[in-house]
């Protein structure tokens, strides 16, 4: 019976290539996570950057922060430099000198005057009687109307005569968008009735009468507001009866502060809030 020879097993000298793969693989793997663990979203940085910087510093002055490298951008906030370092110059009041106010130029000194203008032409013939005063301020114009040819003594109630000037008032208003505060004022002789239990009462009652006259007459309720100053803005001396005479009026200030429609539209059915001015109208 023949022998048989054992053969010698193959022997595969390229077996290492199989764990080094794998081990390529896994460093492969690991490298990918590291990457993906290490990757910055910018979108969610900038949006952490922001509100640390505003925690620690205040709001942000920029909304589109400067890159590194931007050269253009660091050019443009380098020539700002000098002006936001250095403290600008005021004026009287707190204005920036340099500024359309600090320059003295007003931009409504053109709708102040012609609103002037056109108020005294209405009001001509009155004016000329020296029973309405027709004033132009830095703030705005003021109406003032003696109350004897508007009210009877004692009374809230508007007179026939008083609706016609009223109405004539009213039409000029109407052409600009300026809001309108009708100020009651009165003597400093008391009045203690059921109606009016002081000065204040019938003041208040006198403006606002005018008020719904001036809504009736097309004026937007919320360019109207009611002021009762009763006896304490006088512009005269109490003592005599002329004097007394110039105190029982009614002021119609008028701000050279435009209404906006949409705000107006928005708040419907309520006065607004106007500007005050500084002072009391002097006495001419």
């Known amino acids: 019976m023949a022998k048989k020879h054992k053969h010698e ?25 590291m990457y993906a663990v290490s990757s910055v979203n910018e979108g969610k940085y900038r949006v952490a950057a922001a509100s640390m910087a505003e925690a620690f510093n205040g709001a942000p002055k920029s909304l589109n922060p400067v890159q590194v ?54 009001m001509a013939d009155l004016i000329d009687k020296n ?33 016609h000037i009223m109405e004539r008032l009213a039409i000029v208003l109407a052409g600009f968008p300026n809001p309108v505060r009708v100020e009651g004022h009165t003597d400093n002789v008391p009045i203690h009735t059921a109606t009016f239990p002081s000065n204040w009462e019938l003041s208040a009652a006198r403006s606002a009468s005018v008020v719904h006259l001036l809504m009736e007459k097309g004026i937007a309720p919320q360019r109207l507001a009611v002021i009762g100053v009763g006896e304490y803005r006088p512009v005269a001396d109490n003592a ?15 701000p050279s502060v435009r209404v906006d429609s949409k705000a107006a539209n928005d708040t419907a059915g309520a006065s607004i809030s106007t500007p005050t001015l500084d002072q009391p109208p002097a006495a001419q």
């Open 9 to 33: 097993d193959h022997v595969n000298h390229e077996a290492w290539a199989i764990p080094f793969g794998d081990l390529i693989i896994l460093l492969l793997a690991f490298f990918v996570v």
């Open 240 to 254: 005599s009866a002329q004097g007394r005479n110039r105190n029982r009026r009614v002021v119609l200030v008028i």
């Open 131 to 163: 029973v309405i005063v027709v004033r132009t301020t830095p703030q705005g114009i003021e109406v003032e109307i003696q109350t004897d040819i508007l009210f009877a003594s004692g009374t809230s109630t508007l007179s026939e005569q008083a609706m």
């Open 69 to 122: 490298g931007d050269v253009n951008a660091m050019a443009k906030l380098t020539s700002m430099a000098p002006s936001l370092s250095r403290p600008q110059a005021m004026g009287p009041g707190g204005i920036p000198l340099g500024s359309a106010q600090g320059s003295g130029v007003n931009p409504k000194a053109g709708q102040v005057e012609e609103m002037a203008k056109a108020v005294k032409a209405a």
